[in-house]
């Protein structure tokens, strides 16, 4: 012979109390034997199952999701298509000759040769005359002559030709430079015109110095 051996099962008495019986067990108390069933609206591997409306929410939820990974992944390839910045247009056109005899003017000035200098930046405006650069060192070139009008005249051409000059985020920027020397011709000039009221130079620079104001609080500087 052989023993097969009892298999329990769960019956569920009123009140919530589980008895574990075998099948002979429930045959003779008069319990039928209780399988458990899944909880109601539970799919077969456990989650809540979802109804029409839940499916099309998790549906439009994706479709968000995987637009704007879109729009991340393109806008990190696009190419910058924005115009370049006076500054940027300013690197892309100088010749290496011209870079060359602008280092050469400043260490010239820096090494206090201010008229060796001052004959090499005439050239190059004369050979540039649309390079801001040249008119730059211009105004410094005055400046080591501790002649502010003359040095704010020249900052003016430079700031017009390149305004990236009184612009804080460009790597240009000589605002502060600029601003002090506006500020001291502003001085000399309402001296010297209180001594010669009809001084055409220091009248002439008054035009600039109220013009150079405007410039400079107009600027990112």
Same mark, same amino acid.
């Given at each position: 012979?052989?023993?097969?051996?009892?298999?329990?099962?769960?019956?569920?008495?009123?009140?919530?109390?589980?008895?574990?019986?075998?099948?002979?067990?429930?045959?003779?108390?008069?319990?039928? /034997?209780?399988?458990? &069933?899944?909880? @109601?609206? !539970?799919?077969? #591997?456990?989650?809540?199952?979802?109804? =029409?409306?839940?499916?099309?929410?998790?549906?439009?939820?994706?479709?968000?999701?995987?637009?704007?990974?879109?729009?991340?992944?393109?806008?990190?390839?696009?190419?910058?298509?924005?115009?370049?910045?006076?500054?940027?247009?300013?690197?892309?056109?100088?010749?290496?000759?011209?870079?060359?005899?602008?280092?050469?003017?400043?260490?010239?000035?820096?090494?206090?040769?201010?008229?060796?200098?001052?004959?090499?930046?005439?050239?190059?405006?004369?050979?540039?005359?649309?390079?801001?650069? /040249?008119?730059?060192? &211009?105004?410094? @070139?005055? !400046?080591?002559? #501790?002649?502010?009008?003359?040095?704010? =005249?020249?900052?003016?051409?430079?700031?017009?030709?390149?305004?990236?000059?009184?612009?804080?985020?460009?790597?240009?920027?000589?605002?502060?430079?600029?601003?002090?020397?506006?500020?001291?011709?502003?001085?000399?000039?309402?001296?010297?015109?209180?001594?010669?009221?009809?001084?055409?130079?220091?009248?002439?620079?008054?035009?600039?110095?109220?013009?150079?104001?405007?410039?400079?609080?107009?600027?990112?500087?």
């Amino acid at each position: 012979m052989f023993f097969c051996p009892a298999r329990r099962i769960l019956s569920v008495r009123p009140g919530g109390a589980v008895n574990a019986l075998t099948f002979k067990e429930a045959a003779n108390t008069g319990h039928p /034997p209780h399988q458990p &069933q899944p909880p @109601a609206n !539970l799919t077969w #591997q456990g989650f809540p199952e979802l109804d =029409r409306l839940d499916k099309i929410a998790a549906l439009a939820m994706t479709g968000l999701a995987i637009w704007a990974l879109a729009l991340v992944v393109i806008q990190e390839h696009r190419p910058d298509d924005r115009p370049p910045s006076p500054a940027q247009q300013a690197e892309l056109r100088v010749d290496p000759a011209l870079k060359q005899k602008l280092d050469l003017a400043r260490t010239l000035l820096a090494d206090n040769n201010i008229e060796q200098a001052q004959g090499l930046i005439a050239e190059l405006i004369r050979t540039y005359p649309y390079e801001a650069t /040249p008119y730059l060192l &211009q105004g410094d @070139a005055f !400046l080591y002559r #501790q002649d502010v009008v003359a040095a704010m =005249r020249s900052y003016r051409r430079a700031v017009d030709l390149n305004p990236d000059f009184l612009d804080k985020k460009s790597k240009l920027f000589q605002g502060k430079k600029i601003k002090k020397t506006v500020e001291d011709a502003g001085a000399a000039i309402e001296s010297g015109l209180a001594a010669r009221p009809e001084d055409e130079r220091l009248l002439a620079g008054r035009k600039t110095y109220y013009y150079m104001l405007r410039k400079i609080a107009g600027s990112c500087g």
